[in-house]
């Protein structure tokens, strides 16, 4: 199955190791530490790219590497989700899922269940032992942990202390000496776990609840930070180049295309005072050129500025819209008027805009009538559209996943009120003369009733004059309607004529880019495109001979 390039805002998978590129120093960085330590935590600003770190790098880093003096260390991945009550694994549970999951029960360690009074985090681990045993236990989106009931995470902080630190519980110590040979080598069988915590780094302060079991949780720590303009740089170029069974072939990007990216993603995050180039942004923006090179829209598969120079903003918006419309059609339309109108707080004075966080409970009372349930949230939440969080008061808020989504929101949302200001300036305008219409009719009965009281010694001229006046009135019916039918034929050719227009200039700067890079054949096809849109047009008819005399030359 052909694949894509690059995921867009959706992490990396371990199966994408082949496309990850950019984190490599980072990956070894992180390799080390965790080698080094026996409990890691690995934060970073959302967007910054940590589950994609951890499925495409490190992962796959672990598990290629070979050492004749170790056991291979075993990585178990668990993600817990954010606590839904009578329906979340308790984070016990989930791990003892993940670990089932991953091993398999060691037979001749049937005899622990008889030493211990209850199962512990300790004795199913002990069990999956095959000799010596190294695990690596990786909580990726750490923070939905503290949405568990506080039963659930003493529970968990217990087990998982005493895996950590305790060679062997104190009850089997106990019953050691009774015995057999073979059974005391399996417990002497060495047991190495580690731990690497991902978290976010606003959330960061939420791991203090955990030092009372687990007091080096702080102590070493790896921040994931933005990359850098070359890391960037690997990251669009080299899976561009990536020999194997993607969905678009090879293709590459000009020094000109690849300059004006960089520069553009860098200018976003200086502008929020951050420093480094987000994963998420770069992303969308590759994505987008991806899909265009499918559409055999980019000749010669080779990336230029111009591809993207002019609506750079616009990809952040389309973005948000491609997500939209591959929800069902009721439920995209939902979604439209639950993110636009109350997840976005913009303000036209300031300029300011930022996203809102709301009760999950809230949004559904809002918007019942439109259709949004909480399994409508959830399919936003798949979507990565929204993102969910615990609240204060035992329930979820949602918000939009990113920031990088809001212009494009308040954006979409000024385009959809001027589209429903137009529609409803049309049907005011229609009502207003179809009211006109049957003022006109009402005055014209209004007469014909009049002339027929002047009795039956008029009836013949009365009937003239009515004749007449019916007459009369069809007319300016008729008129009115031909009035009407000319302005509404105006407005759509005034409207064809603006996209026409529209479509020219985008021609017209294509065909300027092209020849200012000394590619005239290109600017002439783009020129000529242009001058189908308005063949009146005297300025693109003079670049076309100009185009024209430097090809012949």
């Known amino acids: 199955m052909q694949k894509k390039r690059y995921p867009g805002v959706r992490p990396f998978e371990t199966t994408d190791k082949d496309l990850f590129f950019g984190r490599e120093r980072d990956v070894q960085d992180l390799s080390v530490l965790i080698a080094l330590e026996q409990l890691v935590v690995l934060f970073g600003k959302s967007g910054y790219g940590k589950s994609s770190l951890i499925n495409a790098g490190l992962i796959p880093e672990l598990m290629e590497t070979e050492d004749a003096d170790e056991t291979q260390i075993q990585p178990i991945v668990v993600r817990l989700g954010s606590y839904i009550e009578d329906a979340s694994l308790s984070p016990m549970d989930n791990l003892l899922q993940r670990l089932s999951e991953k091993t398999e029960d060691n037979a001749g360690s049937s005899f622990l269940e008889a030493l211990l009074p209850e199962p512990t985090l300790w004795y199913h681990f002990k069990r999956k032992s095959q000799g010596p045993s190294r695990f690596l236990l990786i909580f990726d989106q750490f923070e939905e942990f503290f949405t568990y009931p506080l039963v659930q995470q003493e529970i968990f902080k217990t087990q998982l202390s005493e895996l950590l630190y305790a060679a062997l519980p104190q ?25 690497l915590f991902a978290i976010r780094s606003d959330r960061m302060s939420q791991l203090d609840s955990m030092k009372d079991h687990l007091p080096a949780i702080l102590h070493k720590r790896f921040e994931l930070k933005g990359l850098s303009e070359e890391q960037a740089r690997e990251a669009i170029e080299n899976p561009a180049q990536k020999q194997g069974d993607y969905n678009t072939p090879l293709f590459t990007y000009s020094p000109e295309a690849l300059r004006l990216m960089l520069q553009k993603l860098s200018e976003s995050r200086q502008q929020a005072q951050m420093p480094g180039i ?12 991806e899909e265009e090179i499918l559409a055999g829209r980019i000749p010669q598969n080779r990336v230029q500025s111009i591809h993207f120079a002019y609506k750079i903003n616009d990809i952040y918006e389309g973005y948000y ?37 709301v009760d ?22 798949n979507a990565f559209l929204l993102r969910r969080e615990a609240n204060s008061v035992g329930g979820f808020s949602y918000e939009v996943s990113h920031d990088t989504l809001v212009g494009a929101i308040i954006s979409r949302k000024q385009e959809r009120e001027q589209e429903e200001e137009t529609k409803l300036v049309v049907i005011r305008e229609q009502q207003r003369r179809k009211k006109e219409t049957k003022q006109r009719l009402r005055l014209a009965g209004a007469v014909v009733l009049a002339i027929l009281g002047f009795g039956l010694a008029g009836l013949a001229w009365n009937k003239s004059i009515e004749a007449e006046m019916q007459q009369k009135n069809a007319e300016e019916a008729r008129n009115v309607a031909l009035q009407a039918k000319k302005e509404a034929e105006n407005s759509l050719t005034a409207l064809q004529n603006e996209q026409k227009r529209s479509k020219a200039n985008d021609y017209e700067n294509y065909g300027d880019s092209y020849f200012n890079l000394g590619k005239f054949q290109d600017a002439l096809e783009n020129y000529q495109k242009a001058i189908e849109q308005t063949p009146d047009n005297i300025k693109i008819k003079q670049k076309i001979m100009i185009c024209l005399s430097k090809i012949k030359n």
């Open 171 to 195: 009850a089997v110590r106990t019953s050691a000496p009774n015995l057999n040979q073979t059974q005391r080598r399996f417990l002497a069988d060495p047991l190495e776990v580690k731990v």
């Open 321 to 357: 819209q491609r997500l939209v419309d591959k929800l069902p059609k009721q439920t995209a339309k939902a979604a439209q008027q639950l993110i636009e109108e109350s997840l976005i707080f913009s303000d036209d004075k300031t300029g300011e805009s930022r996203r809102l966080s």
């Open 360 to 381: 999950a409970d809230v949004l559904v009372q809002r918007y019942i009538e439109a259709g949004v349930t909480h399994a409508t949230l959830r399919a936003l939440e």
């Open 278 to 289: 987000e994963a998420f942004q770069l992303q969308i923006l590759c994505e987008y050129l």
